[in-house]
């Protein structure tokens, strides 16, 4: 079969409603050639995520691979590694919890070489998935709920926790793009009836694991930030929302200790 052409291409994909179907298209022809390519170009245009169908994404200067069902990082979520980078010590300790593909704890990494990573997620898909892009840097990824199979070695010694929580209100999900609804798992969006179910149970036990300095970082939507902050000072802990408006993203930013600047 003979590779569709580039125009061909982008032509296609934008009557199935690919908004930025150039761009696409320049990522499935790096992807695959041939009949592959036709394959990729079939599950795309038939509505699967691009990342799903290539088998990566490029998140926060680094490549991710993702597999079919994993949650798809977003591009936003590079404010979490930003503010996070800055916070590293020397020789840092680094927990991803709601890891999805790895792909904070891997751009972290790519930073900070040598850190001790550890990342969690309770949907053994993506624990495959974080293995993958962690294991060969060293990282280690356990399966189970929140912070339940990270080691209690790690209590009290954790410089930063950052975690991808889901916060889509449970009405709100309805409203999310099919690619999300119909491909990624309800798990890595549900956040209950306002979002934050999983950010207060996280603010529950994040003051255990954090070393005297630490800090802990996770997204939300800006209409939630105020609460999430307050669910963050109520735990214990100094908070302070950053956003970022370029990128749509906002994060709650906390550490253990007021004497350690934000």
């Given at each position: 079969?003979?590779?569709?052409?580039?125009?061909?291409?982008?032509?296609?994909?934008?009557?199935?409603?690919?908004?930025?179907?150039?761009?696409?298209?320049?990522?499935?022809?790096?992807?695959?050639?041939?009949?592959?390519?036709?394959?990729?170009?079939?599950?795309?245009?038939?509505?699967?995520?691009l990342e799903h169908v290539v088998g990566w994404v490029?998140?926060?200067?680094?490549?991710?691979?993702?597999?079919?069902?994993?949650?798809?990082?977003?591009?936003?979520?590079?404010?979490?590694?930003?503010?996070?980078?800055?916070?590293?010590?020397?020789?840092?300790?680094?927990?991803?919890?709601?890891?999805?593909?790895?792909?904070?704890?891997?751009?972290?990494?790519?930073?900070?070489?040598?850190?001790?990573?550890?990342?969690?997620?309770?949907?053994?898909?993506?624990?495959?998935?974080?293995?993958?892009?962690?294991?060969?840097?060293?990282?280690?990824?356990?399966?189970?709920?929140?912070?339940?199979?990270?080691?209690?070695?790690?209590?009290?010694?954790?410089?930063?926790?950052?975690?991808?929580?889901?916060?889509?209100?449970?009405?709100?999900?309805?409203?999310?793009?099919?690619?999300?609804?119909?491909?990624?798992?309800?798990?890595?969006?549900?956040?209950?009836?306002?979002?934050?179910?999983?950010?207060?149970?996280?603010?529950?036990?994040?003051?255990?694991?954090?070393?005297?300095?630490?800090?802990?970082?996770?997204?939300?939507?800006?209409?939630?930030?105020?609460?999430?902050?307050?669910?963050?000072?109520?735990?214990?802990?100094?908070?302070?929302?950053?956003?970022?408006?370029?990128?749509?993203?906002?994060?709650?930013?906390?550490?253990?200790?007021?004497?350690?600047?934000?």
């Amino acid at each position: 079969m003979a590779e569709p052409a580039y125009d061909d291409l982008v032509l296609r994909l934008r009557a199935a409603g690919c908004v930025f179907a150039e761009d696409e298209a320049a990522v499935l022809r790096e992807s695959a050639t041939g009949e592959a390519l036709e394959r990729l170009v079939a599950r795309r245009v038939a509505g699967e995520p691009l990342e799903h169908v290539v088998g990566w994404v490029d998140f926060a200067g680094v490549r991710v691979a993702l597999d079919p069902g994993v949650f798809i990082p977003r591009q936003r979520s590079g404010l979490l590694v930003d503010l996070a980078a800055t916070a590293l010590p020397a020789t840092p300790v680094v927990v991803d919890l709601c890891c999805g593909s790895g792909a904070l704890g891997l751009a972290l990494a790519h930073r900070h070489p040598g850190i001790e990573l550890h990342a969690a997620d309770l949907d053994p898909a993506a624990v495959a998935c974080a293995r993958r892009n962690l294991e060969p840097i060293g990282g280690t990824v356990h399966h189970g709920d929140l912070d339940a199979p990270l080691p209690r070695r790690l209590r009290g010694r954790v410089d930063v926790l950052v975690a991808n929580v889901p916060y889509v209100p449970v009405a709100a999900i309805a409203l999310m793009p099919p690619e999300a609804r119909d491909h990624e798992p309800r798990g890595a969006v549900d956040g209950g009836a306002d979002g934050l179910d999983v950010v207060r149970r996280l603010a529950a036990v994040a003051p255990a694991w954090l070393a005297p300095a630490g800090r802990l970082l996770f997204e939300v939507g800006e209409d939630q930030s105020a609460a999430a902050a307050l669910i963050v000072e109520e735990a214990g802990l100094t908070a302070r929302v950053h956003h970022d408006p370029e990128r749509a993203a906002t994060a709650v930013y906390a550490r253990t200790s007021s004497k350690t600047p934000l």
